[in-house]
C-alpha cells in the first residue's frame, strides 16, 4: 500500500503506549523501514520524511 503520514503517527501512538492494539506481523514487517527488526520512532521518523520529500526510498528498499 501506501505509506503516509498516519503510518508514521500509528508508530508514534504504538511506541508511547497510545495505540490500544498490537500490530500484525504483516504491519511489523513493513513499519519496519529501517531494517534493524524493530518498528520505532526511529521508523516513524523515516516515514515522515519520505512523505515530506526529504527521504527518497527507505532503506529496506530493494527496488532502487
Known amino acids: 500500500g ?7 503517527q500509528m508508530i508514534y ?19 519496519d523501514v529501517n531494517g534493524d527488526a524493530a518498528v520505532n520512532s526511529v521508523d516513524a521518523q523515516m516515514i515522515y520524511r519520505k512523505v515530506n520529500g526529504k527521504l527518497s526510498s527507505f532503506p529496506v528498499d530493494t527496488n532502487n
Open 2 to 8: 501506501i505509506v503516509n503520514s498516519v503510518d508514521a
Open 13 to 31: 501512538r504504538s511506541v508511547n503506549g497510545k495505540l490500544s492494539t498490537s500490530f500484525t506481523e504483516a504491519q511489523m514487517t513493513a513499519g
